[in-house]
């Protein structure tokens, strides 16, 4: 089983970056697929970024690709999504997300994070 907490949301104006923070417990973080998701207010949660065990393999939403990267840190035990260029409609709960896998995935996870918000301003 696997803990995640992130951190790094808060306020930023459109245009502008954030990287969010995901540290995760347990002595077998490498041995998950990790992925960010957000769900903006009276929204479904939507998939954003995934990345396989090793770091070797990433996935994107077509919504962000090209401005948001994802990567981790498995020493660390922490996964991260850098974001660029911030739009307002991107206001949301941001979440990470750990399953079992070798790929990159945009569903099936069974272990989330309690979310932090990022808010764009226009």
């Known amino acids: 089983q696997v803990q995640l907490v992130e951190s790094g949301g808060g306020l930023v104006q459109a245009g502008g970056s954030l990287r969010l923070s995901c540290a995760a417990s347990?002595?077998?973080?490498?041995?998950?697929?990790l992925g960010w998701f957000r769900q903006a207010p009276g929204k479904e949660r939507e998939f954003v970024a995934a990345i396989s065990l090793n770091g070797g393999n990433t996935y994107y939403a077509d919504s962000v690709k090209g401005r948001f990267t994802i990567s981790r840190n498995n020493a660390k035990h922490t996964v991260y999504l850098q974001m660029n260029s911030l739009k307002p409609e991107e206001t949301a709960v941001y979440y990470c997300?750990?399953?079992?896998?070798?790929?990159?995935?945009?569903?099936?996870?069974?272990?989330w994070g309690q979310g932090t918000q990022v808010t764009v301003s226009s």
């Open positions: 997300a750990a399953r079992r896998g070798y790929g990159v995935y945009r569903t099936g996870y069974d272990y």
């Open positions: 347990g002595r077998t973080f490498s041995s998950y697929a």
